[in-house]
């Protein structure tokens, strides 16, 4: 297992940065582009390990998937029988979409690795089920059999009882090929890269509220597709800076989607002095730069339930930050936490106390008091979880302190050069 050694950060600097694409808008890229007539490229996508285990996953289906100087070229033609296991990795987004994707369509059989194996698949393999689809799994987890279908799919009315961008993308995706409209409603507000991006390339899809309505859709290849840079990865380099007095960060180029920001809202309210200037679109998705300066009186809040699906992966930043702030942070409605790469909300507790932090779990949240004189140990573990990693990263800033990072390969999921941005910018 690899180790990741961060010195301690410099007070007091002003850095410009970029972080990778957005991995959620990547992943749609890839697997939109495959099943679009003609050729896109996309420009600036993710290179982590995640975003490449649907690379891989669609080369095996016979997509042809080519890397060029800025990005990849995707040629849209379809999918064949894969002539092995498609291996998902620790990809949860690249299973779920895929199985959406493949249903009816292919017989395949996707699998990954002790993780992902461990992680729920039947929020999307039941609304399938209802749609004619063929699949088996181990007790509504991986591994998953898609079986290729004589008819087309069914089209349904399905109301999805977990607030999953995911799930929603997946039904989406299969309802593209159904043989009449279907309807999903959510329970939820959730990140709509999905919508957008199905707008953009052609999809019939009306959005009304949380009811989404789609057609069968064939999509149009786009001849540039820009990813903005991820504002989840954003976010924690911007809860670090915020603990530094004096240092101020930009961070260029990022992906400031309304259904993503809601981390953003919460540092404002907590004082943070953050601006979104040069505003502009990218293929249906707003841009800006983020602006902070460190080492303003910060004071914790209580989140809002109806933010928490907006800001799942960003709780485990805002808990680090919240360490030094007055006050105190609940987080509640985010029981969702615990089926992620770890059991999120008790990891996220462990790796506080570890610092000397007061925090305790909740069954669907986590609390945090504020005002600790944090003292960091020689070294962390991350659970196998990239979110932890990064939030043990802001906890050693705040702390003032080096820090050893351990098993941090899974750090590289989603953030691939992060050492080498985070010593750009601290």
Request: glycine content about 8%; overall charge positive.
């Amino acid at each position: 297992m690899r180790s990741l050694y961060l010195r301690p950060p410099v007070a007091g600097r002003r850095a410009r940065i970029r972080v990778p694409g957005d991995k959620s808008i990547s992943h749609r890229a890839f697997l939109f582009a495959a099943l679009a007539s003609g050729r896109t490229h996309i420009i600036g996508p993710n290179h982590g390990l995640d975003v490449l285990a649907t690379v891989r996953a669609l080369r095996a289906l016979g997509v042809n998937v080519r890397r060029m100087q800025l990005g990849f070229s995707v040629i849209g033609s379809g999918f064949c029988d894969p002539r092995r296991v498609i291996d998902c990795g620790n990809s949860g987004t690249t299973m779920r979409l895929l199985a959406g994707a493949l249903a009816g369509r292919v017989d395949a059989q996707l699998d990954g690795d002790a993780s992902l194996r461990r992680r729920p698949m039947s929020r999307v393999t039941t609304p399938l089920a209802l749609m004619g689809a063929r699949m088996e799994s181990r007790a509504g987890y991986p591994p998953l059999r898609i079986f290729r279908g004589r008819d087309p799919l069914r089209p349904i009315r399905y109301k999805i009882p977990v607030a999953s961008a995911q799930v929603a993308t997946a039904l989406l995706i299969a309802a593209i090929g159904a043989r009449g409209p279907s309807t999903f409603v959510q329970t939820a507000t959730t990140r709509d890269h999905t919508q957008r991006l199905l707008l953009a390339m052609g999809a019939k899809l009306r959005c009304s509220g949380r009811t989404l309505r789609i057609w069968p859709s064939q999509l149009r290849a786009v001849a540039k597709l820009r990813v903005p840079g991820d504002v989840s990865a954003a976010v924690y380099l911007l809860c670090a800076a915020a603990a530094l007095p004096g240092t101020q960060l930009v961070v260029r180029d990022v992906g400031v989607n309304p259904t993503r920001t809601a981390a953003l809202e919460v540092l404002r309210r907590m004082g943070a002095p953050l601006r979104l200037v040069r505003r502009r679109m990218w293929t249906n998705e707003p841009v800006a730069d983020l602006q902070i300066t460190g080492g303003a009186a910060l004071r914790n809040v209580a989140v809002p339930g109806r933010l928490v699906p907006n800001l799942i992966d960003e709780i485990p930043a805002l808990c680090a930050l919240a360490t030094i702030a007055r006050g105190t942070l609940c987080v509640r409605q985010a029981a969702e936490l615990r089926v992620k790469e770890s059991d999120r909300i008790e990891t996220t507790v462990r790796l506080l106390r570890a610092f000397g932090a007061d925090a305790r779990a909740l069954d669907d949240g986590i609390v945090v008091h504020g005002g600790n004189k944090l003292r960091a140990p020689r070294s962390v573990r991350t659970s196998g979880d990239h979110r932890i990693g990064f939030a043990a990263a802001i906890l050693a800033a705040a702390s003032h302190s080096c820090i050893t990072i351990r098993d941090s390969e899974c750090m590289a999921t989603s953030f691939p050069g992060f050492v080498r941005i985070w010593r750009e910018a601290f």
